[in-house]
């Protein structure tokens, strides 16, 4: 393991996002066991020093925590959106207490590479950050799988993150068009995408998933 994660990552820097300590801790102690260069691995207790750290190393994985408190996933989930924008050759895992259906179904629409629970054993830990070095397809750990029941959304497209993030804001769809310059079918049209792709079936499950994500 040692020498895979070592010829697949040697130039790219390993970033641990991760607000407690201890997790932290646990988290560097797995990557420097099959990771031969220390110094490739940085820790970040603060999400938002996280994007300067970013733009330093584009290509980084990030491992990076995922909160049951609704007001820390709204600014996880923002740094989420950022990278994939910004820093789209970011590899992001997240690291995951957080088992609610719709939230993990959410996270996987995003296009990170993996979901871990915080409940799996270490060596799956380790094996799939190995295999995320190596593969574009995303990876789950068991019982992140089990949660899904097989049902891992399709990625949301850019455009479609952005209307379905104006909504979440309590925004209706003629609101979003002009906030974003685009014409009202076209928002309609990545509304009910994006609603298929998350497995929203109603406005109601819109507004839950909403809440849930912004903390009301």
Not at 14 to 21: A, D, L, Q, T
Not at 63 to 70: A, F, G, K, M, W
Not at 79 to 101: E, G, M
Not at 127 to 132: C, D, G
């Amino acid at each position: 393991m040692e020498n895979n994660i070592t010829a697949n990552y040697l130039s790219n820097q390993i970033m641990v996002v991760v607000p407690c300590v201890l997790t932290a801790a646990g988290i560097v102690h797995q990557l420097q066991s099959v990771c031969k260069n220390r110094k490739l691995v940085n820790v970040t207790k603060k999400i938002d020093e996280a994007y300067a750290e970013v733009l330093k190393a584009p290509g980084s994985l990030i491992i990076l925590n995922i909160s049951e408190s609704s007001a820390q996933l709204a600014e996880e989930i923002k740094f989420i959106n950022w990278c994939r924008t910004v820093q789209p050759s970011a590899v992001i895992v997240a690291y995951t207490r957080n088992h609610k259906l719709s939230i993990l179904n959410y996270i996987s629409a995003l296009g990170v590479r993996v979901i871990i629970s915080q409940y799996e054993p270490t060596a799956t830990f380790s094996e799939l950050i190995i295999k995320s070095l190596s593969v574009t397809t995303m990876l789950c750990s068991p019982a992140i799988r089990n949660i899904l029941e097989e049902r891992i959304s399709c990625e949301l497209t850019v455009c479609e993150v952005q209307v379905i993030g104006q909504l979440f804001l309590g925004h209706n769809v003629s609101q979003v068009a002009q906030n974003l310059g685009r014409d009202i079918r076209t928002v309609s049209a990545h509304k009910r995408h994006a609603m298929e792709k998350l497995g929203l079936h109603c406005e109601k499950d819109l507004y839950v998933l909403g809440c849930e994500l912004s903390g009301n």
